[in-house]
T-cell receptor
Framework: AQSVTQLDSQVPVFEEAPVELRCNYSSSVSVYLFWYVQYPNQGLQLLLKYLSGSTLVESINGFEAEFNKSQTSFHLRKPSVHISDTAEYFCAVSRSGGSYIPTFGRGTSLIVHP | NAGVTQTPKFQVLKTGQSMTLQCAQDMNHEYMSWYRQDPGMGLRLIHYSVGAGITDQGEVPNGYNVSRSTTEDFPLRLLSAAPSQTSVYFC?????????????FGPGTRLTVL
């Protein structure tokens, strides 16, 4: 079975500072990895995903995540955050091949202070 | 496309009352699911469906029923509400259960059971 660990429940940062949200997974088979974002009082929406190919994936709003197979990690980074990035971020893992219900982490609350 | 819609947005129930949370999607997705989100617990899967007429239990199914008579609709029924069911409920859908598929979430229903 797959599992996902988001190591930080809350990450406070100041505007324009860099941020890293950590995600580690465990799996005995090849995986697909996702980051979803939940803005206040909204549902989750896809931020970015790794399926194959380049291990560095980017979102349209400046976030990036790197798949590291040896460390079983998929950390999310942004070099300079904005107030509008304040949200809950969920890492998720799914299995490649066949049908599989994705497993979500418990979420990391990113709080950006002015 | 409206995507995934949920009604109502807010609901207050008394202990013992029953109600149905509605979920609909207009993307012709095979897979639909219900999650509850509680502070510190992340998303927990309640029930899911891989197509019309096919449903199965997730991680926390007790106290909830589902049915899937059409591809578009996937209602969640609370049989006899309890305070422990106070939560935010999200419906999600994806084209299939293939691991690479993105999950699309509704805006959520905030339920309070007194």
């Amino acid at each position: 079975a797959q599992s996902v660990t988001q190591l930080d429940s809350q990450v406070p940062v100041f505007e324009e500072a860099p941020v890293e949200l950590r995600c580690n997974y465990s799996s005995s088979v090849s995986v697909y990895l996702f980051w979803y974002v939940q803005y206040p009082n909204q549902g989750l929406q896809l931020l970015l995903k790794y399926l194959s190919g380049s291990t560095l994936v980017e979102s349209i709003n400046g976030f990036e995540a790197e798949f590291n197979k040896s460390q079983t990690s998929f950390h999310l980074r942004k070099p300079s955050v904005h107030i509008s990035d304040t949200a809950e971020y969920f890492c998720a893992v799914s299995r490649s091949g066949g049908s599989y219900i994705p497993t979500f982490g418990r979420g990391t609350s990113l709080i950006v202070h002015p | 496309n409206a995507g995934v819609t949920q009604t109502p947005k807010f609901q207050v129930l008394k202990t013992g009352q029953s109600m149905t949370l509605q979920c609909a999607q207009d993307m012709n997705h095979e897979y639909m699911s219900w999650y509850r989100q509680d502070p510190g617990m992340g998303l927990r899967l309640i029930h899911y469906s891989v197509g019309a007429g096919i449903t199965d239990q997730g991680e926390v199914p007790n106290g909830y029923n589902v049915s899937r008579s059409t591809t578009e609709d996937f209602p969640l029924r609370l049989l006899s509400a309890a305070p422990s069911q106070t939560s935010v409920y999200f419906c999600a859908s994806s084209y299939t259960l293939a691991g690479a598929d993105t999950q699309y979430f509704g805006p959520g229903t905030r339920l309070t059971v007194l």
